[in-house]
Nanobody
Framework: QPQFVESGGSLVQPGGSLKLSCAPSGFTLRYHTIGWFRQAPGKEREGVSCLTWRTFSTDYTDSVKGRFTITRDNAGNTVFLQMDSLKPEDTAVYYC??????????????????????WGQGTQVTVSS
C-alpha cells in the first residue's frame, strides 16, 4: 500500500523551530502535488501547505504564512516542512499526503483534502514551555 513516512516531530518551546520530513513508500513523488496537513485534538484536519511537482508552486494557510516553508529535495524523493517561530497553537499531529496532479500549476493549502489519496501515519508536534 503506497504511503508516506513522516518524521521530525518533537516537543519544542514556543519560538523554536522544527523540520519535518516526509518520504514516499511504494510510489514516487513525480507528478504529485504534496500537501502538509495537521490535526489538533478535538479539531478537524486542516491544510497547512502544499507544493506542486512541475512548477514548484507553494501555498500556505494564513496562520503559518511567513513562519513555515515547504520544500522538496533535488532528487524529488523527500518533502520537508520547515517550521519556525512555533506557537502553542501549532501543536498537532502533522501529516503529509500526495495527490496525482501532473498538470498542476498551482495549489491551495486549505482546500481539497479529500482529493489526496496517499497519506502518512503522522508525526506529533508539541509546542509548549
Amino acid at each position: 500500500q503506497p504511503q508516506f513516512v513522516e518524521s521530525g516531530g518533537s516537543l519544542v518551546q514556543p519560538g523554536g523551530s522544527l523540520k519535518l520530513s516526509c518520504a514516499p513508500s511504494g510510489f514516487t513523488l513525480r507528478y504529485h502535488t504534496i500537501g502538509w496537513f495537521r490535526q489538533a485534538p478535538g479539531k478537524e484536519r486542516e491544510g497547512v501547505s502544499c507544493l506542486t511537482w512541475r512548477t514548484f508552486s507553494t501555498d500556505y494557510t494564513d496562520s503559518v504564512k511567513g513562519r513555515f516553508t515547504i520544500t522538496r529535495d533535488n532528487a524529488g524523493n523527500t518533502v520537508f516542512l520547515q517550521m519556525d517561530s512555533l506557537k502553542p497553537e501549532d501543536t498537532a499531529v502533522y501529516y503529509c499526503a500526495a495527490l496525482w496532479d501532473p498538470g498542476a500549476d498551482a495549489c491551495t493549502a486549505s482546500v481539497g483534502i479529500g482529493r489526496y489519496h496517499y497519506w502518512g501515519q503522522g508525526t506529533q508536534v508539541t509546542v509548549s514551555s
